[in-house]
């Protein structure tokens, strides 16, 4: 009950800072868009007609375009199934890796805001161990920022079904994917939130493991790249540095795909690199723990 508590609190002072009310009012007002904007005629699978926002839209060599051109061929035979893949995968492309920044907007003051003085000593002054207040408020802005991206997937699911027949639920799986990136992600903000008190620190070394994470992918998937350097004991150092990065972080590309993966269908989620982005957050999250505990404020 007193963990239960703390997380209430925890979505009441999101509410209060208004920011997560914005985040929600971003995600409305993109399935407002898709709702009232798309219109389509749909005939045996296939799209026959397509407008959005009032323009025609048509197929081309990469999907289909929008245009009011005269000349335009119309949709060329365009499967509802391949047209909802197609929008799809742009919003998984483009507005996931929005919603993870909004995310980590929306929350990265929870911890920094709770060690300030005054608000510490409060805390700690009520009948709830450290590990379960540093947690629950993990937890709550955990809980915020995933169904914000639930309301994102589910929605918009919701709307291509209506308007075209077709439901993809591996949609809505991408979407719990990259809610628990979301979770390794926010276990590393609440740990560097623990250690120096500062939200803006915590949004900037956040957004650079998410780039780092990216960056040192490129080398780990090239077994050939530590022969540019010539000396011995840098190649190991070198190499040492990536692989450790590679598997201590989130692994951002491997989550990304995989999500794509979910929404066409077409192989496996890369458990492997999931599990070892878990098991990293996990380890962060139980550091920020173990530190916290043992903190004097």
């Known amino acids: 009950m007193r963990f239960a508590a703390i997380l209430l609190d925890t979505g009441r002072e999101l509410l209060y800072r208004r920011t997560i009310i914005v985040y929600f009012g971003i995600v409305t007002l993109v399935l407002l868009f898709f709702l009232l904007a798309l219109r389509t005629d749909v005939a045996g699978g296939v799209i026959a007609s397509l407008s959005v926002a009032g323009m025609q839209g048509s197929t081309s060599p990469h999907g289909f375009r929008l245009g009011d051109d005269p000349d335009v061929a119309g949709m060329g035979g365009l499967t509802a199934e391949t047209f909802v893949r197609y929008v799809q995968l742009g919003v998984a492309f483009l507005l996931f890796p929005l919603a993870i920044l909004m995310s980590v907007f929306a929350t990265a003051s929870l911890v920094p805001r709770m060690l300030e003085k005054g608000a510490i000593d409060l805390l700690l002054s009520k009948p709830v161990t450290r590990p379960a207040l540093l947690l629950s408020r993990y937890a709550g ?40 990136f979301f979770a390794c992600l926010f276990a590393f903000m609440v740990l560097v939130g623990v250690l120096l008190r500062s939200t803006t620190v ?96």
């Open 141 to 180: 802005g955990l809980l915020t920022a995933s169904l914000n991206l639930l309301y994102l997937t589910c929605g918009l699911a919701a709307i291509l079904g209506l308007k075209t027949g077709v439901w993809n639920g591996g949609f809505v799986l991408s979407g719990l994917l990259m809610s628990l």
């Open 202 to 297: 915590s949004i900037m070394i956040t957004a650079a493991l998410f780039f780092v994470s990216l960056l040192v992918r490129l080398p780990h998937a090239n077994r050939d790249w530590p022969l540019l350097i010539t000396s011995r004991v840098a190649r190991l150092l070198a190499q040492a540095t990536v692989e450790t990065l590679y598997h201590a972080l989130p692994q951002s590309y491997d989550f990304v795909r995989s999500t794509m993966t979910l929404i066409r269908h077409d192989g496996g989620v890369a458990w492997g690199s999931v599990l070892g982005s878990v098991a990293s957050g996990a380890v962060a999250l139980a550091a920020a723990v173990v530190y916290f505990s043992r903190k004097d404020y």
